[in-house]
């Protein structure tokens, strides 16, 4: 799950960056306005994380643009400002979420998987397909019971494909929600990854579209 972090603080951002990527995110980083808005405008993300006090363009200007232009990727503001008067005018503006700093990881990791499973219409850190069973709080993966050990980026690859049952997700988008860059990877260390994920959990979950990419068939998790 590909996520803007939006900060110009580098020790707050490393620490941030560091948290989410332990907890599963894919995190691209951005220090200042003006670069975080042309790419909140250009690229997919899952959610992003907004400071308001940036360089260039603040992150409420930045937010109100974005919502001007109809891009409605969740936004979690971050941001020193604790007034209320602050949070409605960041509320108003078109933010999904507002946390003051200082702040614990874990809470920020629990807002941003909130936002992520709110925007994906998904009620529960727990989902379940048939005897499948993904929980993103603890990274775990149990198949007709048994626990299933993956890697970090056979998880998040499989969470990517669940999230989207039903819909053929082309390689690129895949590798680039999982590695964080479309060119991270070829096409072929994506589909030995998958292999990888048939030999571990059955070759009846993942379905190869040859020309298109990959599916969890299925109306819904």
């Not at 951002?13 to 599963?24: F, H, N, R």
């Not at 008067?85 to 874990?106: C, I, Q, S, T, W």
């Amino acid at each position: 799950m590909r996520v803007l972090l939006v900060e110009d603080d580098e020790r707050i951002a490393a620490d941030a960056a560091a948290a989410l990527s332990e907890a599963g995110f894919v995190i691209l980083h951005e220090r200042d306005g003006e670069t975080a808005y042309a790419r909140g405008q250009s690229e997919d993300f899952r959610a992003i994380v907004l400071d308001l006090s940036l360089p260039t363009l603040d992150g409420l200007t930045v937010l109100k643009r974005w919502r001007e232009l109809g891009t409605w990727t969740p936004v979690c503001i971050l941001t020193a400002r604790g007034s209320w008067m602050e949070r409605v005018a960041g509320m108003n503006a078109g933010a999904d979420d507002y946390l003051p700093k200082p702040f614990h990881m874990e809470e920020l990791i629990a807002r941003l998987r909130a936002l992520v499973r709110r925007s994906a219409g998904l009620p529960s850190a727990v989902q379940r397909r048939g005897d499948l069973v993904i929980d993103t709080r603890q990274m775990r993966v149990v198949r007709a019971e048994r626990p299933i050990s993956l890697t970090p980026q056979e998880f998040k690859t499989l969470n990517y494909l669940l999230a989207h049952t039903g819909r053929v997700i082309p390689a690129g988008e895949l590798i680039e929600n999982v590695h964080g860059d479309a060119g991270a990877v070829t096409a072929n260390a994506m589909e030995a990854l998958i292999g990888r994920i048939r030999r571990k959990l059955g070759d009846d979950l993942i379905e190869t579209r040859r020309g298109f990419g990959y599916t969890i068939p299925g109306g819904g998790i």
